[in-house]
């Protein structure tokens, strides 16, 4: 735990703590065992440089910042203390294994200094301005393409993907997110910077490749950083244009929607990888940008004190970022990591709502598993919230008065219900399916159900109809029926559950796709158990019935 400052405190420099002078508009780079940490001022040097645990900090701010509050100058030298420059608190450097609070974990190895050496002098000398003119041709030729093809792009997103097309998409993907990676680390060694680490990593669970690129804040250029940080997001926008224009030549065929599918995906993750407020490359670009070392960590602070002055009281502080927005930002950096994970594990339930019992399981471990990280997110929150002084009596009073006011609105707020199953045609009727031994529908008779296609990345709705209850029923049904993944000469067991009633003048409906049935309305609280516990383990739990 860091040690309380005040007035009295005779602060040390922590060993490992050196500063090297970066370029000539007087910055330095403060480093810690040889890893930059963050970007000062010679004044900023001067003052470290007096912090040699003899001289108290009312002495320093007398001597370094008279000109303003003692309160100010405490709170820079908190954001020293916190970023490791001060004796007192072990910050190790990032090693082999690191973890990242809230849902990343990097395996990594050291010797990727050389390793980005040998690639950027393989690579063919291009000048900045002719890779900018090249890149910027291919987008717009892609973006063309892509307006061309609209009709196709969609029926891409909302169709199931072929089962050969989701190997060549997780393969392809793989290697250009290892390109990607390899973009920031080459754009860096060619600036004169080096990367200190590469590797694997679990990031808001979803297996990814990194390349560590912090050594980019010795550059002096600020254009230099950003350029590092937006070389990765470059390469699958340029895939992505490529893919689009290559699709544009080609008949229909797999060929040309396995482009398609790529080009998606490409742009997908160009999307989010320019989300500013997660960890994720527009952020680095922006903070580059900004020359505002940690811009999120410091944001998140000047939230955090926020919403805790809101909700607790206590004394205001000053600004850990000298930037009006600040607060808002520090805010929608808290919020986005948990829009992110909520979406990606609601779209995980349901793709895989019709997989039966062993999926299920997964399906609850996962959430489980999220929902005890953000237990400790929380609890780490609120200890930190009565550390920073604020009344006991007011601090446990509110802390009740939300918990009971979150409860209670949780009874009280309705929301809808829905099981999803999958649908398929057999012997002129739609039937309801499941994986599982024995699985009823959970629905009663008249119940609505909204007839989707079954798509990978996004469902398109094909009708409507009213479910009638059947006998479970053993059958084999094509893959597509249960995920979003078609093969012509794949077909899986399952149970049909329910047969559906279509009305009299409908269209025609695709061979398979995915059905959600209304449950009705329950509050929020009942709601997201059932589909998040209740629904999932539904096959296992009909399963345990069906054989007592």
């Not at 008249?446 to 990978?456: E, H």
Request: net charge positive; glycine share 10%; with cysteine.
């Amino acid at each position: 735990m860091p040690v309380a400052l005040s007035a009295d405190t005779c602060p040390r420099l922590a060993s490992g703590v050196a500063f090297e002078r970066v370029g000539d508009e007087g910055m330095w780079i403060a480093t810690v065992h040889g890893v930059p940490s963050s970007r000062v001022s010679g004044a900023v040097v001067d003052l470290l440089g007096a912090m040699d645990g003899e001289i108290a900090l009312r002495d320093l701010h007398r001597r370094f910042a008279s000109a303003g509050s003692f309160e100010t100058f405490l709170h820079l030298v908190q954001r020293f203390q916190a970023s490791g420059l001060l004796g007192g608190v072990a910050v190790r450097p990032p090693g082999r294994v690191t973890y990242r609070p809230p849902f990343t974990v990097q395996v990594a190895t050291l010797r990727a200094p050389a390793v980005f050496d040998r690639l950027e002098r393989m690579l063919m000398p291009l000048s900045p301005r002719a890779a900018l003119a090249i890149v910027a041709v291919l987008l717009g030729a892609g973006v063309v393409a892509a307006i061309h093809q609209a009709p196709d792009l969609r029926r891409v997103l909302t169709t199931p993907m072929p089962l050969f097309g989701l190997v060549f998409l997780v393969v392809t993907l793989s290697l250009l997110t290892a390109l990607h990676e390899s973009a920031h680390g080459i754009t860096l060694t060619r600036f004169g910077g080096t990367p200190r680490r590469a590797g694997f990593m679990l990031f808001y669970l979803t297996p990814a490749f990194f390349v560590d690129v912090t050594d980019g804040w010795r550059l002096p250029g600020r254009r230099h950083r950003v350029a590092i940080a937006l070389a990765g997001p470059a390469v699958h926008a340029v895939v992505s244009a490529i893919a689009l224009i290559a699709a544009v030549l080609l008949p229909p065929s797999t060929s040309r929607q396995m482009l398609l599918l790529l080009a998606v995906s490409c742009t997908a993750i160009v999307v989010v990888n320019l989300i500013p407020f997660v960890r994720f490359d527009g952020y680095i670009a922006l903070m580059c940008a900004l020359d505002e070392p940690k811009l999120r960590a410091r944001a998140i602070r000047d939230g955090s004190a926020f919403l805790t002055r809101l909700l607790f009281g206590g004394r205001p502080t000053g600004r850990s970022l000298d930037r009006w927005w600040s607060v808002p930002f520090g805010i929608a950096c808290l919020i986005a990591p948990i829009v992110l994970v909520v979406y990606t594990v609601s779209r995980l339930v349901r793709a895989l709502a019709g997989g039966g019992a062993v999926l299920g399981v997964l399906v609850v471990a996962v959430e489980a598993a999220v929902v005890l990280v953000g237990v400790v997110l929380v609890t780490k929150a609120l200890r930190r919230a009565l550390a920073s002084g604020i009344g006991r009596l007011r601090f446990f009073s509110v802390l009740v008065a939300l918990v009971a006011g979150v409860l209670a609105a949780g009874s009280v707020i309705t929301v809808p219900v829905t099981a999803t199953f999958g649908f398929t045609t057999q012997g002129g009727r739609v039937v309801l399916v499941r994986a599982g031994e024995a699985v009823e529908a959970m629905a009663p008779d008249g119940a609505p159900v909204v007839l989707l296609s079954n798509g990978f990345l996004a469902n398109e709705r094909v009708g409507i109809a009213t479910l009638h209850s059947l006998s479970p029923e053993p059958t084999r049904v094509p893959l597509d029926a249960l995920f979003p993944v078609t093969d012509d000469g794949v077909s899986v067991a399952a149970v049909i559950v329910a047969a559906v009633e279509m009305p009299a003048a409908h269209g025609s409906l695709p061979r398979t796709g995915q059905a959600r049935v209304d449950l009705g309305v329950r509050n929020l609280w009942r709601a997201l158990w059932a589909t998040g516990v209740e629904l999932p383990l539904s096959s296992l739990q009909s399963g345990k019935m069906g054989k007592e």
